[in-house]
């Protein structure tokens, strides 16, 4: 069990009424108040509803004479947004509030939650690492994830493009845990969305921010601290020198998390920040047996199966809260299924393959149907193709088949475009069928 290192001296009590979730809420969401000042507050006060009456009164000692607690009406309306998407308040203290964070500096007082609980019960490790990952970063991520997660360990991650999104793809099955920067139920990027809903199955959606609140900048910091404070240890693959993956580093460090690291080709950029921790201190990984080995001691995790977990359905009446204003919200919807999953168009073959009949004695020619000549694609589109062919090239060599894998394109369009490349100077072959990006030539040479 982590021990708790709460910001106060005496933990607060988590709310046990509809009217001290929205208290909660409403302190939290109000201006100027930090993780630190709302468990102060509450600490002085004894509850979020005195600390709420005492604010105008601390505001206006401080010089503010203006100042204006969140407003109930604010509050209700991030609750009935999180009705509509289905999401659960878990507030600190509360059974289902991760028993991790109890454990760092400053442990988000509320978080929004959509999913499937059960993945907050099973031991965790957090993997990080490049947007713009190579094929072997991508291929690194989804091999361990999945290695990890057949072990019984749930991976943590931030849904984002590149490493993240490789680690949640890998363990849709068994699921994993999605912490975002902006609100539970907005996705960045956007191209995730269908991943997103179907990895709640098994997995879960994790947020501090309000409802609805796209992402901003100082967001993915804060967000990385949770990432880190679930995990028993964070794994890095491919990140740059003044990535965010080595904020999320630094912060598992602060935290006393393990940090791992996988190795990358020294004149690879995106592996600079790994190449970095290792040199610093981290442990070196190869493989899932690595990251298992550098885990303290503990009960060895069980993998449940997917089918036996039921998807909870534990959302709020509403109508319980008190006081004539909120008597007028709406009846909870009937059912709160979350919406069906986008359905991907089954593919068709390109064109049906006939024999021709067997000629006969009467038949002296066959008539064939001419096939029409494939389109010619656009500058645009071979623009594009040049541009992910390049990002997932690096120094280390790639086989083309698997870069044509790894593409999903077909290789006629593939070729050509390698050809066109290698002829400008930015690619090169090597032995064996390998690709890698060519190396810049300095000014003396």
Not at 170 to 189: F, K, M, Q, R, W
Not at 228 to 245: D, T, Y
């Amino acid at each position: 069990m982590a021990e708790c290192s709460h910001p106060s001296t005496h933990p607060p009590l988590p709310p046990t009424t509809e009217d001290d979730r929205l208290s909660w809420l409403r302190l939290l969401r109000s201006h100027r108040i930090g993780i630190q000042t709302f468990f102060r507050l509450l600490e002085k006060h004894g509850n979020a509803t005195a600390a709420l009456e005492a604010l105008p009164d601390m505001a206006r000692a401080s010089g503010l004479t203006t100042y204006q607690p969140c407003t109930e009406a604010l509050a209700i309306k991030e609750m009935i947004l999180a009705r509509a998407a289905g999401a659960k308040m878990l507030c600190y203290g509360e059974a289902d509030y991760p028993a991790d964070l109890y454990a760092i500096s400053d442990p988000p007082p509320l978080l929004w939650a959509i999913g499937n609980m059960g993945a907050l019960k099973r031991p965790r490790l957090a993997i990080a690492g490049a947007r713009n990952a190579s094929s072997l970063g991508l291929r690194m991520s989804t091999a361990l994830a999945k290695q990890l997660d057949i072990e019984g360990y749930c991976i943590t991650s931030g849904l984002a493009r590149g490493i993240d999104t490789a680690a949640h793809q890998a363990t849709l099955e068994n699921g994993s845990i999605a912490v975002l920067a902006g609100g539970v139920d907005v996705v960045y990027p956007a191209e995730n969305t269908a991943l997103a809903e179907k990895m709640l199955e098994s997995g879960l959606r994790l947020s501090e921010q309000p409802m609805g609140m796209a992402p901003r900048a100082q967001h993915f910091p804060k967000r990385n601290r949770i990432i880190s404070g679930l995990s028993r240890a964070l794994v890095v693959i491919e990140a740059g020198a003044k990535s965010g993956s080595l904020i999320t580093a630094r912060a598992a460090l602060d935290q006393g998390r393990e940090v791992l690291a996988v190795p990358g080709h020294p004149f690879d950029a995106r592996a600079s920040g790994c190449n970095m921790l290792i040199r610093d201190g981290a442990i070196l990984v190869r493989s899932a047996k690595d990251v298992i080995e550098a885990l303290p001691p503990a009960e060895m995790p069980e993998v449940q199966e997917p089918a036996a977990r039921a998807r909870p359905q534990q959302l709020y009446d509403l109508r319980a809260i008190s006081a004539a204003p909120r008597a007028a919200l709406p009846a909870a919807a009937p059912s709160q299924a979350q919406p069906p999953l986008p359905q991907t168009a089954t593919s068709t073959p390109r064109s049906a393959v006939t024999a021709p009949p067997a000629p006969s004695q009467s038949a002296s020619v066959v008539p064939l149907t001419p096939t029409a000549p494939k389109p010619a694609r656009s500058l645009q589109e071979i623009a594009a193709l040049h541009s992910q062919i390049l990002g997932r090239l690096g120094p280390a060599p790639l086989a083309e088949d698997q870069l044509i894998r790894d593409l999903g394109a077909a290789a006629s369009d593939v070729a050509p475009a390698l050809l066109e490349l290698e002829l400008d100077g930015r690619i090169e072959r090597q032995s064996g069928g390998l690709l890698a990006l060519r190396a810049a030539k300095s000014a003396a040479d």
